[in-house]
């Protein structure tokens, strides 16, 4: 099969030990990002299987219509709103995906929640720029940790927050919070009180139709001073502009994200308003770029391929195509 990697912004795919699982197969990997349908259109024309990384290439009908050649898209984790799995499942293209642990974007989470409260970026800068302390860090020891969604990655760091000695909550859905109270943590008593009490807020809510724009400028506006969000989970979370605004109102005091609402090419201007503020933490969605996370995300993008290949496919999220089209890629 001929096979598409695009996106690699790192280089990287092709270190990874699972890459040799392509093997008799002719791979290309792009290093670079292309925008629109035109363009999308011409790179990937000549592939049978595409694998995506994430959410970095959006697959819709306007652009299937133009890869006639297409056969599998085989996507890193979970299948997202950037495919439309219904145009492609009316077009004979099959569309497998896979699953993380989500340990790597726990540790990020920890990390930024960790290097905010104690303004670690501003502070080794400082230092590099020959000066010395410059601001008053607060512990997290003793604090009140707002987990939303007890979730496979909320589940992680809300065993961060309970070794680093916080009080932890929970907030979600009714499920969510079962399985919280099962594992024996505190439910926040309702959403006013989740967003006013808690002295961290982080996000682990997947992003789907009900949940866009869930966290509304006046859930942040109810939020101390001295408060943190952490967003490592989807940028369309929050209302449109209301963490921006509430930051420079002051309500929470300081926010960590690592998600942003477009990515890549569009922030490498640093005109995002986010990038401007000094209470913001930012990051370039580096929660899941991680070698191990990589070689599970790859190895099972690939796995499905090769299976695929064969005759055998797995994992697909759309098993009814199989009997729409022929299994056998077309002749080279």
């Known amino acids: ?10 280089d990287c795919v092709r270190t990874l030990a ?17 925008h629109g349908t035109d363009a999308l259109a011409q790179r990937l024309q000549d592939f049978d299987a595409v694998v995506l990384t ?9 652009l299937l219509d133009r890869l006639p050649r297409l056969r599998l898209i085989s996507q890193t984790g979970r299948i997202a709103s950037h495919v439309d799995v219904a145009a492609c499942t009316a077009r004979g293209v099959a569309v497998a995906d896979g699953r993380g642990s989500g340990a790597a974007t726990a540790e990020l989470t920890w990390a930024l929640l960790l290097a905010s409260r104690r303004h670690l970026v501003d502070e080794a800068n400082r230092l590099r720029a020959g000066l010395w302390q410059g601001h008053l860090g607060q512990q997290l020891f003793g604090q009140r940790l707002g987990v939303w969604s007890y979730g496979r990655i909320g589940q992680q760091v809300a065993r961060y927050g309970r070794a680093f000695g916080m009080q932890v909550w929970v907030w979600g859905r009714e499920g969510s919070t079962a399985a919280a109270r099962a594992d024996g943590f505190e439910v926040a008593p309702s959403r006013e009180a989740f967003f006013a009490r808690s002295d961290a807020v982080c996000l682990h809510v997947r992003l789907v ?3 866009r724009g869930l966290v509304a400028r006046a859930d942040l506006d109810a939020m101390k001073p ?3 969000l952490v967003n490592t989970s989807r940028w369309e979370l929050l209302e449109p502009g209301a963490l921006e605004a509430a930051l420079r ?6 926010a960590a994200v690592d998600v942003f609402e477009q990515e890549a090419e569009p922030l490498r201007g640093g005109d995002h308003p986010l990038l401007a503020l000094p209470n913001a933490l930012c990051t370039p969605h580096i929660g899941y770029v991680e070698r191990d996370n990589y070689e599970r995300y790859f190895g099972m993008a690939f796995d499905n391929i090769v299976a695929f290949a064969r005759g055998e496919p797995q994992n697909l999220v759309n098993p009814e195509v199989l009997d729409e089209r022929p299994m056998a890629p077309p002749a080279r």
Do not use: K, W
């Open 209 to 211: 139709p009900e949940t």
């Open 54 to 62: 994430r959410e970095r290439t959006r697959i819709d009908a306007a």
């Open 249 to 254: 109102a002051g309500r929470p005091g300081y």
């Open 18 to 34: 699972c890459f040799g699982r392509l093997a008799g197969h002719e791979v290309t990997v792009f290093n670079d990002t292309v």
């Open 1 to 10: 099969m001929r096979i598409a990697v695009p996106d690699d912004y790192q």
């Open 226 to 228: 001295s408060a943190v």
